[in-house]
Structure formats: C-alpha cells, structure tokens
C-alpha cells in the first residue's frame, strides 16, 4: 500500500524543528484527551531539501510543526545536512551519525561541494541508514527531512533525484512524494532576480519529477514594499513583470545602440541583460509549470493553507479512513 509524502525546498540549514521526544510526549497527552482509528496503515512524509537562497525554510518548518501539533498531527525529524552542526531541536534522525561533511572532507581530501555530494553518495549506497529508521512509523507521523542549500544538488546533479526515486519506488518505500520549493518574496523587489529564482524552482521540478508546490516565502517582509495588487502577477510569471521594471527604470538604463552596462557595478542590467531576462522569462512562460502560492509564517492561517495544498496533493486525508463501526455501535436515523 503506497506512502505518502512531501518536498520542501529551502535555505541551508532548513527545518530546525521538534524532536521526536517532544511529540511523543505531546503525542501522548493528546491521545488521553482524543483517540484517532485509521484502517491504513499509511505514513505521510515531509521531505524538506533546500532551495535557492534562503527562504526561511527553518522557520517554515518550525511554523509547520506548531500547526500540526494544534491539529493533534505528528512529526518526525531527520537532518540530511552533514554540515549542520546546531539544531534548535535535536534531530530524530541525523546523518551525521552515518557521515559527516567534515569526515569526507578530511579523509577524503575534497572541498565543501565536493565533500557534500560524497557524502549524499555515501548515503545512497547506505539507504538502510533511512528505512531502518522509518519503517516502525506509524501512519500519523509527518516525517521532515532537513537538506542542505546547494541548489545544483536538485537542478543538475542526479543524487538527489534518484533519493525521491528511491523513496516512491513500490519495491522500497513506496511513498507518495509532493515537492514544496520556497522562494523568499523579497526577490519579487528585483524581477531579473525573481525570474532567476523561479528558473531554479522549474529546474528542480524537471528534475525530481514529483508533484510540487511552489512558495513565495517571507511575506510578512514585503507587505510593506509591494502593493498586493502589484504581488498577484507574481502568482503566475510572464514576461509582462519586465516591461514595468522598477528597478530597471531606477537604474536608468537605455539603449545605446551596443548593449552595453553603463554603471560596471550594476549587475544583470543593461539593454543585453535585458534580452536575456527576457528570454529567461519566456522560457519560464512557455513551459507554465511555475504557479507560486504565498506564505507567512507569522499568519496561522498561512501556514495552515499550505499544509491544506500539501494534504491535497498528497491525498492525505483520503489515506485517514474512518473506523468501521460494530453491529452494536450502529444508530439508524429514524424516519421523519
């Protein structure tokens, strides 16, 4: 019976969320107050990898945790960052017990990005490491891996990839897979550099080739910067965000005839990097794959609407089948 879970994408060092001990023991003292029957024998899974730039992701997931408590929900933790090194919860999980980044760069002899991407090679050659650990879950739990921030780890390198793979495979773990990438909304301030960001988000998505969500995050950074009006074309990009560019106006760039940037320390500005936004954009606009939804992490409601689309994907309350209820315990409704 297949598994069900969720990708989200964020900053380096995402995902400093409760401990196992903590819910178990918030766990308990909800189930003296309420019990929970499900026929399945389903396990959700938050999957949380890192995007481009930081996008809040800890706090998302921390924002995340709380919601599912209140919602007498659990949670699972796991950091697959082997450079971590402090947790604001400790971690159910950590890779750093199988290898560490500093482990690999030393014996080894490799750098940081080298020595990470040894490391997650370690790890898919040790995936017992992961389901020795998550096969005695039960249905309830909503496990949150903790990726490090490098986006070429989910944009062109297959290591990661071949994790969701692994993950969904009926012959392994046969999970359900949503992917949630996170893009801070201050990129909204500079188109070139939204366009970037969401470039990345679509590559991710090619790549892992799991249903996904995006997410503009932060917002509570923006509300004051960006008329909410202004904000809903973002939702959906198109080339149409550059012909109204604010600060492509502020910078005054015109064209001179060579393409040129008149100002050597503006970067990505000029009639050329004009062009190639542009055509940036219109890649990003042929596919239409890119749709942002927008999180605040201060706002309950926010974070609660996006669990809702991650639910939906996921088919999670489907998998939460009611008990049956005995001969005995059945009340037909009398004729009116």
Same mark, same amino acid.
């Given at each position: 019976?297949?598994?069900?879970?969720?990708?989200?994408?964020?900053?380096?060092?995402?995902?400093?969320?409760?401990?196992?001990?903590?819910?178990?023991?918030?766990?308990?003292?909800?189930?003296?107050?309420?019990?929970?029957?499900?026929?399945?024998?389903?396990?959700?899974?938050?999957?949380?990898?890192?995007?481009?730039?930081?996008?809040?992701?800890?706090?998302?997931?921390? *924002?995340?945790?709380?919601?599912?408590?209140?919602?007498?929900? *659990?949670?699972?933790?796991?950091?697959?960052?082997?450079?971590?090194?402090?947790?604001?919860?400790?971690?159910?999980?950590?890779?750093?017990?199988?290898?560490?980044?500093?482990?690999?760069?030393?014996?080894?002899?490799?750098?940081?990005?080298?020595?990470?991407?040894?490391?997650?090679?370690?790890?898919?050659?040790?995936?017992?490491?992961?389901?020795?650990?998550?096969?005695?879950?039960?249905?309830?739990?909503?496990?949150?891996?903790?990726?490090?921030?490098?986006?070429?780890?989910?944009?062109?390198?297959?290591?990661?990839?071949?994790?969701?793979?692994?993950?969904?495979?009926?012959?392994?773990?046969?999970?359900?897979?949503?992917?949630? @990438?996170?893009?801070?909304?201050?990129?909204?301030?500079?188109?070139?550099?939204?366009?970037?960001?969401?470039?990345?988000?679509?590559?991710?998505?090619?790549?892992?080739?799991?249903?996904?969500?995006?997410?503009?995050?932060?917002?509570?950074?923006?509300?004051?910067?960006?008329?909410?009006?202004?904000?809903?074309?973002?939702?959906?990009?198109?080339?149409?965000?550059?012909?109204?560019?604010?600060?492509?106006?502020?910078?005054?760039?015109?064209?001179?005839?060579?393409?040129?940037?008149?100002?050597?320390?503006?970067?990505?500005?000029?009639?050329?990097?004009?062009?190639?936004?542009?055509?940036?954009?219109?890649?990003?606009?042929?596919?239409?794959?890119?749709?942002?939804?927008?999180?605040?992490?201060?706002?309950?409601?926010?974070?609660?609407?996006?669990?809702? @689309?991650?639910?939906?994907?996921?088919?999670?309350?489907?998998?939460?089948?009611?008990?049956?209820?005995?001969?005995?315990?059945?009340?037909?409704?009398?004729?009116?």
């Amino acid at each position: 019976m297949s598994k069900y879970g969720v990708m989200v994408m964020g900053p380096a060092g995402a995902g400093k969320v409760s401990s196992h001990h903590h819910h178990h023991q918030q766990q308990q003292q909800q189930q003296q107050q309420h019990h929970f029957h499900f026929q399945s024998s389903m396990l959700t899974i938050l999957l949380s990898v890192s995007g481009f730039a930081p996008a809040y992701g800890s706090t998302f997931c921390a *924002s995340l945790i709380t919601h599912l408590n209140l919602n007498r929900r *659990s949670a699972f933790y796991v950091n697959l960052d082997p450079a971590a090194e402090s947790f604001e919860h400790a971690p159910d999980l950590d890779i750093k017990d199988l290898i560490s980044l500093h482990d690999a760069m030393e014996e080894v002899g490799l750098g940081p990005n080298g020595g990470l991407i040894y490391c997650f090679e370690f790890l898919m050659e040790n995936l017992d490491f992961l389901t020795e650990a998550l096969d005695s879950l039960t249905e309830e739990y909503l496990i949150i891996f903790d990726m490090p921030g490098q986006i070429e780890l989910y944009t062109h390198i297959p290591i990661l990839p071949a994790l969701a793979r692994f993950l969904s495979n009926p012959g392994n773990l046969d999970i359900r897979l949503c992917a949630a @990438y996170l893009l801070e909304a201050t990129f909204v301030v500079d188109r070139a550099k939204f366009f970037a960001g969401t470039l990345s988000a679509m590559s991710a998505m090619i790549m892992l080739e799991v249903p996904h969500l995006n997410v503009l995050s932060k917002m509570d950074l923006v509300k004051d910067q960006v008329r909410k009006k202004d904000l809903k074309r973002f939702l959906t990009p198109d080339t149409g965000l550059l012909d109204d560019d604010p600060v492509a106006v502020a910078s005054g760039d015109v064209d001179d005839g060579r393409g040129d940037v008149h100002d050597k320390d503006l970067v990505m500005r000029g009639k050329s990097f004009q062009r190639l936004n542009r055509a940036v954009a219109g890649l990003i606009e042929s596919f239409s794959m890119v749709n942002y939804l927008k999180l605040d992490v201060t706002d309950e409601d926010s974070v609660g609407a996006i669990l809702s @689309y991650i639910d939906d994907i996921i088919q999670y309350h489907e998998a939460q089948e009611p008990k049956e209820l005995a001969d005995d315990e059945f009340e037909p409704q009398e004729e009116a």
